[in-house]
């Protein structure tokens, strides 16, 4: 079972197809059974959960039974039709636990394997209404402490409802070097222990994936090729 995250970024001032295309896209992508289970999203402009939004960028998320699958004509067409700059990531889920939308989506998955290299990870949780605040008032130390942590290349921040549905999409040179932020930073522990005691989440999950493919470009580059 493969995993395909397209990543796109409109011209500037054309965010507002963007926001239609979330609207469009849903009855061509309706029509297709040979897409197991896919999202559409919006991004965040810090790269980790946030309050706000980037309205240039956007993403779909699909779990696909194999590689030969295309994505959508019209789609193509529309991104094509409005200039975006598109990245394209084929993913295999490796490791993970809990669910979306009250499913399994990415299958059953061991908690843990003994793959070891490129990883990339994506944190997703459903917010509880009463714990919205408590939430937001811890993010933003810890998407700070990220960005310079060891082995981090690059994360999308991407959610289905703005501050209630949310996701962290983030790749890190190694296994290793992303456990090393999640266990030992201590604000990170700090957050994943008051997750749990006062149960901010109705729902939440957490995938790695091992990186089959990347193609195309965000922001004019490759994210997982490092800049000189």
């Not at 994505?71 to 700059?85: A, K, M, Q, Y």
């Not at 993010?139 to 060891?150: F, G, P, Y």
């Not at 992303?178 to 939440?204: C, I, P």
Request: charge should be positive; aromatic fraction near 16%; include cysteine.
């Amino acid at each position: 079972m493969l995993t395909r995250l397209t990543i796109v970024r409109y011209p500037p001032w054309l965010g507002w197809a963007g926001f239609l295309s979330m609207a469009f896209f849903r009855f061509p992508l309706w029509l297709r059974n040979d897409i197991r289970f896919w999202k559409l999203m919006g991004c965040g402009r810090n790269g980790s959960f946030d309050k706000t939004p980037d309205w240039r960028q956007w993403a779909l998320l699909e779990v696909l039974t194999d590689s030969s699958i295309p994505v959508s004509g019209f789609l193509n067409r529309w991104w094509h039709f409005f200039g975006c700059e598109k990245w394209e990531l084929w993913l295999q889920p490796i490791e993970g636990h809990g669910l979306w939308d009250g499913k399994e989506v990415f299958g059953s998955l061991p908690k843990q394997t003994d793959y070891a290299g490129q990883i990339a990870v994506l944190t997703r949780a459903t917010i509880r209404i009463s714990q919205l605040s408590r939430f937001w008032q811890h993010v933003d130390a810890v998407a700070e402490r990220m960005v310079s942590a060891k082995g981090f290349i690059t994360s999308v921040g991407i959610g289905e409802v703005p501050w209630i549905k949310q996701a962290t999409f983030s790749i890190w040179d190694s296994k290793e070097d992303m456990r090393s932020f999640a266990y030992r930073l201590q604000e990170h522990a700090d957050v994943v222990r008051k997750t749990k005691q006062e149960k901010w989440y109705s729902e939440e999950l957490f995938v790695r994936f091992q990186i089959i493919d990347s193609k195309g470009s965000l922001r004019g580059n490759d994210p997982i090729k490092r800049n000189p």
